[in-house]
């Protein structure tokens, strides 16, 4: 068997001569005896020894605890310090970096036999955690989405860089404050700070959803909307050991989520309400009704008069730009609470809501043919319009909206056979 190989990093020659003779006893193999930290990392890099005694405290040296880092993390080459034991005391009150095991001076030859078998020994389970804590941090640092990890107590022991993109705050400066202080969300529903996440979802025990719409205040205070989930991390018994926070900005998702909710329920030209959502909103206004007997609303059905004359005369981009016109026009006849929709090509219907009779939706029906009677200029042309409207009042003996809104339409019928720029009001006994 071939004997390990043991570097002495030891200021005191009579100490080091007296370790190289113990170890050269034991069956181990002293490369050789330094003094210099800068000379125990060349001879750390010609020969690979299989491990370090090293004095952590040498005199006239840099730090000691910096030269085991550069030995352990770059040459992964496990290290056994030597200490007296007032050192030794000194370092449990700040932690060494990760040393396999200590050694006291002044040094016994079993205890040394001892502490360099554990070293060896223990060097390749450790090792193989350290790979694996290094690879899993890669993994981590690699996710496109924020990744936060806390204590058991909320607070912060790791984040990885998409965190510190999305928050603001450096790993360095976040580790053991509270996640509300670095994550900082609000629940725009509820319009309301999130209290910590972490906290709740290891007293829950399970993951945790963040709120639809939850929003992140940077440590800039930019608004970030955000979307995932938090959960408890449990060890291999099943203990509670801390939580982890994974989220991603959404700003796009929910940019698509308005515009796809655009798409289906508005018209693409004019941005009025479309067939779909004007029916909706009509349910919902029956549906008020039936709950309060003095409330009453009124639909009017919109038909242009003559507008295909425009479009033959103009062309079909005048005829777009006309429509927009009309479509602000309409809806500056109207009240901020009633609805102006679009049904496609020159159809338009108008919810009038709380009305009191309907006296109130003629003298709607009448501003809008006085406001669309004014020439609009569009191009250099002065364009003028009328339209033909069907009123239909609801009085309770609805129960769907296209039964009114086919009355309205019926009413708006009748009143073009009368003739351009008309208003009808539908007569239920005479169904016209």
Same mark, same amino acid.
């Given at each position: 068997m071939v004997a390990c190989k043991i570097l002495v990093v030891e200021d005191e020659k009579l100490l080091a001569y007296n370790i190289k003779n113990s170890l050269q006893k034991l069956g181990y193999n002293v490369l050789e005896i330094t003094d210099s930290a800068e000379k125990a990392i060349i001879k750390v890099a010609e020969n690979y020894p &299989?491990?370090?005694l090293f004095d952590i405290y040498l005199a006239r040296e840099i730090n000691g605890v910096q030269v085991v880092d550069i030995i352990q993390n770059n040459f992964h080459i496990p290290v056994l310090y030597i200490t007296d034991y007032s050192e030794y005391i000194k370092s449990r009150k700040k932690?060494?970096? #990760?040393?396999?095991?200590? %050694?006291?001076?002044? /040094?016994? #030859? %079993?205890? +040394?036999? /001892? =502490?360099v078998e554990m070293a060896l020994n223990r060097y390749p389970t450790q090792r193989k955690r350290q790979v694996e804590q290094q690879?899993?941090?890669? %993994?981590i640092n690699s996710m496109g989405c924020a990744v936060v990890v806390t204590f058991t107590d909320g607070c912060i022991e790791m984040m990885n860089p998409m965190a510190e993109k999305l928050t603001g705050w450096q790993q360095n400066e976040a580790v053991g404050r509270d996640l509300t202080e670095v994550v900082n969300l609000i629940d725009k529903d509820m319009d309301e700070e999130i209290e910590n996440l972490a906290k709740q979802a290891m007293q829950a025990g399970e993951v945790l959803n963040l709120p639809e719409n939850c929003t992140l205040i940077s440590k800039d205070g930019k608004e970030i909307p955000i979307g995932d989930n938090i959960a408890p991390i449990r060890d291999r018994n099943g203990n509670i050991t801390g939580a982890v926070l994974i989220f991603q900005d959404i700003t796009q998702r929910k940019h698509t989520e308005v515009e796809l909710?655009?798409?289906?329920?508005?018209?693409?030209?004019? =941005?009025?309400? &479309?067939? %779909?959502?004007?029916?909706?909103?009509?349910?919902?206004?029956? #549906?008020?009704?039936? $709950? $309060?007997?003095?409330?009453?609303? =009124?639909? /009017?059905? +919109?038909?242009?008069?003559?507008f295909k004359g425009i479009n033959d005369r103009f062309g079909h981009g005048m005829g777009d730009d006309f429509l927009v016109a009309i479509a602000r026009?309409? #809806?500056?006849?109207?009240?901020?609470g009633d609805t102006v929709g679009r049904f496609g090509g020159d159809e338009f219907a108008v919810l009038l809501e709380d009305i009191r009779d309907i006296n109130d939706a003629i003298n709607v029906a009448k501003r809008i043919q006085d406001t669309l009677g004014l020439p609009l200029n569009l191009n250099g042309n002065q364009i003028c319009t009328t339209a033909s409207i069907g009123i239909a009042l609801n009085r309770g003996g609805y129960d769907n909206p296209e039964s009114l809104l086919r009355c309205a339409d019926n009413a708006m019928y009748r009143a073009k056979q009368q003739g351009k720029a008309r208003y009808g009001v539908f007569n239920e006994a005479a169904n016209c």
């Open positions: &299989n491990l370090v932690p060494l970096g #990760e040393p396999f095991s200590y %050694i006291l001076k002044p /040094l016994r #030859e %079993i205890d +040394l036999h /001892l =502490a690879r899993m941090e890669a %993994i909710l655009r798409n289906a329920f508005y018209d693409g030209l004019t =941005a009025l309400p &479309n067939r %779909i959502l004007f029916l909706d909103r009509l349910k919902q206004a029956i #549906e008020r009704s039936k $709950r $309060r007997s003095d409330y009453r609303f =009124a639909v /009017l059905f +919109l038909d242009l008069d003559s026009r309409l #809806e500056s006849c109207v009240r901020s």
